[in-house]
């Protein structure tokens, strides 16, 4: 995408946030009023679901990494917003207070976008809800619930985890109704107690059931989600390996990689594990131009090709990847690792030849089309892949050799401004480099350690007993 395009669209986005609270909060206050219509009932609500937008929302929007990586993000908080809306003026209208399933949508927005957008759904959902029916000791009931369920799915890693959010919040939901009975005008049933309690554990339950179908129609992923599709079983591995297994090993050391770094600096070590494993996965549809994948150095085929025609392939398993990664509804954060993780550098080998052929060769054209990396899993992953294909090239590789090419990638990749929008700081790249190292060492650590031949006879006596 050229300059002024991209700017044109981050223009057209950064005016429509002024619009957007305007429509949600009409919306709200609308649905709010569905069966009870009062005109200074609807301005009001309006109002106030105005100010929380502007004053809370709006500003996580702007500062949001994950918000602003594609439209479809903020798409997607909006519908489950507004869907959540519906849900609990339909169910409070049918069933009463306690039937509110007002966890389910700040759960979801938690698990697929962020904690902060979760929280701040629930905060105006109750609020507009207890502001509806003038009850502030709804709105006590409701947003705790709200306030404990988000912030337990921060950083979220299992299933387990959300449904221990979801007891957690049945019995804060409990304890907030007991502790305002004694000021309460009305009081609530044993049955009512025992909703109250249920009512947020199901709600996960409902929330984990849901997951799977939401993620992969809307390719947008929870941490489980991208946890479950970073494992050897998915079609798409299993075709990586049997026709680019060079590649597929590459894939699995710079996760190994990515990974731990990603985690020595707080950032998401599932998201930069998954990217790890697809990053390459273009290159399954010409894996024999790929140094990895070749038996010796002389089956290389570029020797046999002009430079211009080598840097076509060399790009096309970008082009490639973006495809097979839509067509096999990869998420959507890691169909766009595939096109970062080289962001915009130079294939300097091919270049160099270029240039002996023709001296007047542009460097423009020798360029990967980009993006540079946006975030700081996507930093790491370009980091990583560049180690990881360097240390190859070692002969013999040792511990300092590995650091040296670690330390000579930081470099290079931070001096030509591939790392610029991530947001890596530079104590958090020495974090990385520290962290690369570690995972080097582990690897040549482990040592398989075959067993012996009177060790071999025990194990057969066992099996065969
Ligand atoms: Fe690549
Ligand atoms: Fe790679």
Redesign the pocket.
């Known amino acids: 995408m050229s300059q002024s395009k991209r700017s044109e669209t981050d223009k057209f986005l950064d005016e429509s946030f002024i619009y957007d609270g305007i429509v949600i909060a009409l919306i709200i206050s609308v649905v709010n009023n569905i069966y009870d219509l009062s005109i200074l009932g609807l301005a009001n609500e309006f109002i106030l679901i105005l100010i929380v937008w502007y004053g809370i929302v709006e500003h996580f929007i702007r500062s949001s990494k994950t918000m602003n990586i594609d439209t479809r993000y903020r798409l997607f908080f909006y519908a489950t917003f507004l869907i959540g809306s519906v849900l609990n003026t339909f169910i409070y209208k049918a069933y009463g207070i306690t039937f509110i399933p007002i966890i389910i949508v700040p759960m979801i927005i938690t698990l697929l976008i962020d904690y902060e957008f979760g929280a701040s759904a629930g905060l105006i959902l109750s609020l507009s809800t207890a502001f509806h029916y003038r009850d502030f000791f709804m709105f006590l009931q409701l947003f705790p619930q709200v306030f404990i369920s988000t912030y337990l799915l921060k950083n979220v890693r299992s299933r387990m985890q959300v449904t221990k959010a979801g007891l957690i919040s049945g019995i804060v939901s409990l304890g907030m109704i007991l502790l305002q009975e004694p000021v309460r005008h009305f009081y609530f049933s044993s049955r009512d107690y025992l909703i109250l309690f249920l009512n947020p554990l199901v709600s996960s339950i409902i929330v984990l059931g849901i997951l799977p179908y939401i993620e992969v129609s809307t390719r947008i992923y929870s941490n489980i989600g991208l946890a479950e599709i970073s494992t050897p079983n998915h079609p798409l591995l299993k075709l990586l390996i049997v026709h680019a297994p060079g590649t597929y090993y ?2 699995m050391r ?1 996760a190994e990689l990515a990974e731990h770094a990603a985690e020595n600096i707080q950032a998401n070590s599932v998201l930069a594990r998954a990217c790890a494993y697809y ?2 996965v273009g290159k399954i549809r010409n894996p024999e131009y790929f140094i990895e994948n070749l038996k010796t150095p002389d089956d290389n085929p570029h020797n046999e090709l002009s430079p211009d025609i080598s840097r076509s392939i060399l790009i096309n398993h970008i082009k490639d990847g973006i495809e097979i990664a839509k067509k096999y509804r990869l998420p959507i954060q890691v169909e766009m690792a595939i096109p970062q ?1 080289h962001g915009t550098r130079v294939q300097k080998y091919f270049y160099t030849k270029a240039l002996e052929i023709d001296p007047n060769t542009k460097i423009e054209d020798f360029k990967y089309p980009g993006p540079r990396p946006k975030t700081k899993e996507m930093g790491i992953l370009m980091l990583a ?1 560049v180690v990881e ?1 360097s240390s190859k090239s070692l002969k013999q590789p040792t511990i300092d050799s590995l650091k040296r090419v670690i330390q000579n990638t930081v470099i290079e990749l931070f001096e030509e401004g591939e790392l610029d929008e991530t947001g890596l700081s530079v104590d958090e790249l020495k974090i990385i480099m520290d962290s690369f190292a570690k995972v080097f060492e582990t690897l040549s650590n482990q040592r398989i350690e075959y067993p012996t031949v009177a060790e071999k006879n025990e194990d057969y006596k066992l099996i065969n007993k």
């Open positions: 590459h894939s710079v990053h390459d993780h892949d294909a």
